[in-house]
């Protein structure tokens, strides 16, 4: 997290640990969001050792990355860099900006908000055993209803 976005990532995170998540950052985010009284595990950064970041993502521990790059970092391959190109090649979830998080914590509310059901898509086009035999279609059976 560049320290620019530290001032907000402790509402972010606060956020996040009422929807259900669990958090873990590297020592500087670790600081700025336990100092808005948010619990979360404290993680190694590349150079503090093993097991660290990288080694958490590869693991499947991290189940989404929200880093935001720093400037100033071009042509060198920072601890921000590496951590985003792993989740990338992991399949991770990976957010670059405090706006983009924020969108996917609307968007993650308001599914746990709603009753979501999963229905097959052809249950949407099914004419009920009833108009299927006035029809003279058949069995009365569920029958699907093709376009044109």
Known sequence: MKDRDKPGIGRLAKKLRELGFSLAATAGTYGAIRAYGVELERINKLSEGRPNILDSIKNREIALVINTPAPGNEGTRS????????????????????????????????????????????????????????????????????AG
Request: hydrophobic fraction near 40%; charge should be positive.
């Open 79 to 146: 601890d921000g860099s590496l951590i985003r190109t792993c989740a990338v090649i992991h399949g991770i979830p990976c957010i670059t900006t405090l706006q983009a998080a924020w969108t996917v914590i609307e968007g993650i509310t308001a599914l746990k908000q709603r009753d979501y059901r999963v229905k097959a898509l052809q249950d949407y086009h099914m004419v009920p055993p009833e108009a299927a035999k006035a029809s003279g279609s058949g069995s009365g059976s569920m029958t699907e209803v093709k």
